[in-house]
């Protein structure tokens, strides 16, 4: 068989059948691929499209030669062929992004990536002109990540009619959740396509509480067919995560904790590619149990950041905290904390071994909020974030590890952050203001770099190496090491709140 199609490595691969089947294809048709390549076979589950248009997506891991087969009970559906060439992948596309060295990311040529994401929950249900702007403005931020709802939500601030029902409408104000809207999600995997080529990971929020037209009501049947078939549109693109809800626990009273779990299972039998997958809780008490092993990590809603270590270690998985508040203005307290403080909250996860999430909240004539319906940014923490992700990159490798951790003691580490990956601190104070500091530091004397850095103004001077202090007294020995100073050396600090401290061979 002789190829007669090219695409790159982690790009998609689309077979289109045109049949007529009897019945609903939606509740009544299974259609299947099966993708090969030498010996290598790979199941891939295809999906109705309307107008009696049948597709199977593929994204392929591996350059050469492939083969597709189609297998259905449907004879028309059954048994069609192709062929295609996978080449090296285009510049810039690094493939799905996976679990590395167990607490952080890397995408799958190990490229290493650090989750810096927003929320946007339904910026695919306003109007185009709308979301053209949220995807400009995403492509000047410093974000690589959004939080998006395949549902549009209703909640204050975000009450306006979708651009597309999900579901087709009944007439009497209802939907019948057994046909699907295809322009709906059509338009929905399309928007996720736009984001991979701006390098945007897109976290899908699967299910949520938020809702005037039913779509959180579904029957347990109707709930497992949506999530199979969400699964089937748009597992094939590269920048996919699974997030089964937004405040789950909100909705334990119509979808039990087995259904949950199932929800899991499903997306593991029907996704090939083995898409990020977890879940979001909404009362602090109430998360779910990441330590499952369907559960590849932790997605966090709790404003106490200084918890973040302690996550890590309940949980043994990569600390994400989508929600530690966001910047604004509305009355709600969550939406109302200052960009200076959201930028201290980002520091203190980020040297405490996890990963945080920005969301913009500022009231608007309009009811225009970022966080519900994109638009464009006017607060003044994304600069701030992004002057943090852009360290983050200059020096770690393998993903920073906190100091708690290194040392096995909490002292001052529950205090302060901070952390290390190979030879390359950082120490960050927050709301301590130190006029000198050694612990975390080298124990061995060298040629180091010292910075100060102003994690507001975004500065870096260089910080004046002078003798470690020896305390006169601690109830925390273990920081003195028999009297002695506890570092090689020490810095010079202004005394100022908010600064960190990096540290590393010189160049």
Known sequence: MTSSTTISKWDIFEHAIEAEVAGNPYTETEFRGVFRHENRAVRVPGFYDGNGVFIVRFMPDTEGEWTLTTESEVAALDGATASFTVTAPREGVHGPVRVRNRMHFAHADDTPYFPFGTTCYAWTHQPLAMQDKTLKTLAASPFNKIRMCVFPKDYPYNENEPLHDVF???????????????????????QIGRLAERGIEADIIIFHPYDRWGNCTMSEEQDFRYLKYLVARIAAYRNVWWSLANEYDFLLDVKPMTRWDRFFHIIEENDPYRHLKSIHNGDPDMCYDHRKPWVDHVCMQNWDVKKTSEWRRDYGKPVVNDEPEYEGNIFQSWGSITARELVHRFWITVLKGGYAGHGETYAHPQDLLWWAKGGELTGESPRRIGFLLDLIKEDVRNGLTPFDEITGHGFPWNRVSGA?????????????????????FPLQDGDYEIDIIDTWNMTITPGKKVPAPVPRATRHADVVRGGKADAAFGVELPGKPYLAVRVRPRK
Not at 168 to 190: I, K, S
């Open 420 to 440: 290390r990956d190979g030879d390359v601190t950082f120490v960050y104070f927050g709301e301590h203001r130190p006029v000198i500091w050694s612990t975390g």
């Open 168 to 190: 087709e409408p009944v007439g009497d104000g209802t939907y019948d959740y057994d046909r699907p809207n295809f322009a709906a999600f059509r338009h929905f995997e399309t």
